[in-house]
């Protein structure tokens, strides 16, 4: 059995199908406050604007019907830990689709309405256990929605981030979510029990490859917040930058994660 799959967690899937509704719903809140001037602003995200960035997150969260419109594969094919590396083959065409929706927009709120109002009839339809065919690799259903909570909680920051004085709410359960499968991603991707990152009150992981700690206080420890956590595994801040500006707290001599990140951008 591969790390990823010995390391992969459970989630509940109701629990989860409302973080991704309630996640989208904060967007769809930020979305109505934006105007021309605001969709123009840049992003952090390259030369994406906050109009891009819109488009893409109604994308994101669409894919989920235009998945369950598909026929159903026989079995799943991806783990969900592998899921934040499947991606970036894909980013190319992602990034081309998302302009492409982008210009063909006029009404925001128009779109992000609709786009919630069919994830909420899609999935009030749809069985937890359904599996999805996807670009990267068939999923289960409720393994594909706790990847849209990285994508909303990620990008949610990314539209804060752009655009001045706006406040992105997150979804406690969303967060939790995206914190725990990226902190799980790590551990798959750096396997070993000699460092434990902790990011409180979500997750707490055993990575790097060394001597296994087994009672009392580790000898390796990092220690972050989750949104500085998420920011670090999505290439949002830099790992020197982070432990510069006290973000991270890292001891001990296997405490530098800096050569296992970014695990996706």
């Known amino acids: 059995m ?3 799959k010995k390391r992969t967690r459970s989630y ?3 629990k989860t199908r409302t973080a991704v509704l309630a996640q989208f ?4 809140q930020a979305v109505r406050t934006l105007d021309a001037r605001h969709l123009a602003l840049p992003t952090r995200l390259g030369d994406w604007t906050v109009r891009d960035l819109l488009a893409h997150l109604a994308l994101t969260v669409g894919s989920v019907s235009r998945a369950l419109e598909r026929d159903e594969p026989a079995k799943p094919e991806l783990a969900l830990l592998d899921y934040p590396a499947a991606t970036a083959a894909h980013a190319g065409a992602v990034a081309e689709r998302s302009r492409a929706l982008a210009e063909a927009t006029s ?3 128009a779109l992000f309405t609709r786009t919630a109002e069919e994830l909420t009839r899609d999935l009030d339809a749809a069985p937890p256990t359904r599996v999805l065919a996807l670009r990267p690799g068939a999923m289960n259903l409720t393994d594909y929605l706790v990847t849209r ?3 909303l909680v990620v990008h949610a920051d990314d539209l804060g981030a752009a655009v001045p004085g706006l406040d992105v709410p997150h979804d406690r359960q969303a967060l939790a979510a995206c914190t725990r499968l990226l902190a799980d991603t790590l551990a798959a991707k750096a396997p070993g029990g000699s460092t434990e990152v902790r990011i409180p009150p979500y997750a707490v992981v055993q990575c790097v490859a060394g001597p296994r700690h ?6 390796n ?4 917040d989750p949104l ?5 595994a999505t290439g949002r801040t830099a790992w020197q930058d982070a432990v510069a500006d006290a973000e991270v707290s890292a001891s001990g001599e296997r405490a530098d994660l800096g050569p296992y990140l970014p695990l996706m951008t």
């Open 2 to 4: 591969s790390p990823a």
């Open 12 to 14: 509940d899937p109701a």
């Open 25 to 28: 719903g904060n967007v769809r």
């Open 107 to 109: 009404d925001f709120d």
């Open 149 to 151: 909570t990285v994508e």
């Open 214 to 219: 087994t009672r009392g206080t580790p000898p």
């Open 221 to 224: 420890v990092v220690e972050t």
């Open 228 to 232: 500085t956590w998420i920011r670090l």
